[in-house]
């Protein structure tokens, strides 16, 4: 284990952010900045879930992250995994029931794969309410579609940790909690709490959503943001203050990985890995003092679009 002794919480990076990479090389790198573990995004360039000999790809990498000492969640938000004209395409909202069944299968696939990893959890989300589908039915269908993937998770003993989104049906903790009095509270349904989506959107500030959560917390991601924009920044470039953050995070007794979320800075990715892990020590409490990086140069600047 690479966490540093006192050190309260675990940190991973995720894969969505070293696109450009080959997975080996990410978690090499991961593993040699003394990073914990990573969110493992399944999808076609790093461990495909639609490829042959999924079963097979994946022990090799249940090896790898063993032979580096690194934990692992699976996380299954590949924007064109399933389709490649549509992000995020289907969902489990689609009004196609075929549509809505390939992402259920994605998820059982996830499921599997988590399993055999030996993740502490499998993160999904709940898609956008479609065109023309009123609430009670989209928040029926997530219920219906969600049933045989947590089926799956409690037989694989693998949480589903259902993370708030900005702008899907999900997307506040009180819209989570609506979702778990709907399924009647089944124990493998658990919380990906993005503490910028904290920042961003709800109504408690971030240290307090933490605290909130706490008893369905099984994922966390982690980077930075400013009110009412759902825009992934590095860590300080926006308006969360970490340090109370972090130690409410710890309080919790929380034992799962809380990982960097830059999908929007693979360009950049191995200099953002590099400069978040200091960051959070930084931030966190117990931790040594280490010195934070400078910002870096113009090549770690974002491209293109900063649309979440």
């Known amino acids: 284990m690479n966490r540093r002794a006192g050190h309260p919480l675990r940190f991973g990076y995720g894969t969505n952010g070293l696109t450009d990479l080959r ?9 040699d900045l003394g990073y914990d573990g990573v969110g493992l995004t399944l999808d076609h360039m790093h461990l495909d879930p639609l490829a042959p000999d999924l079963a097979a790809r994946t022990r090799r990498v249940a090896r790898r992250l063993d032979g580096l000492g690194l934990g692992v969640t699976v996380e299954t938000g590949a924007r064109y995994v399933l389709d490649p004209r549509r992000k995020h395409g289907p ?12 992402r259920v299968d994605l998820l059982l696939r996830a499921v599997r794969v988590a399993a055999d990893l030996g993740a502490h959890a499998v993160h999904c989300f709940s898609g956008t309410v479609p065109a023309g589908t009123d609430e009670d039915t989209a928040w029926k269908r997530l219920a219906e579609t969600l049933t045989p993937v947590l089926d ?11 993370e708030p989104e900005p702008g899907h049906l999900l997307a506040t903790l009180a819209d989570f909690h609506h979702l778990r009095r709907t399924l009647g509270d089944p124990e493998p349904l658990g919380l990906t709490l993005d503490l910028g989506h904290c920042q961003c959107l709800e109504p408690l500030p971030p240290a307090d959503c933490v605290r909130e959560a706490a008893p369905w917390l099984r994922h966390v991601q982690i980077e930075d943001m400013r009110r009412g924009v759902h825009e992934h920044l590095p860590l300080g470039d926006g308006e969360i203050d970490f340090p109370p ?3 409410a995070l710890a309080a919790t007794g929380y034992q799962g990985l809380t990982v960097v979320e830059l999908p929007r800075h693979s360009h950049a990715g191995p200099h953002f890995a590099a400069r978040s892990l200091p960051f959070l020590r930084h931030a966190a409490p117990s931790a040594p003092s280490v010195p934070v990086p400078p910002h870096g140069d113009p090549s770690a600047t974002p491209e293109g679009s900063t649309t979440p």
């Open 23 to 31: 997975l080996d090389d990410a978690l090499a790198l991961l593993a």
């Open 91 to 102: 969902s489990l909202l689609d009004t196609d029931p075929d549509d809505r069944a390939r």
């Open 152 to 162: 799956a998770a409690a037989g694989a003993g693998v949480p589903l940790a259902v």
């Open 245 to 247: 953050v972090l130690a």
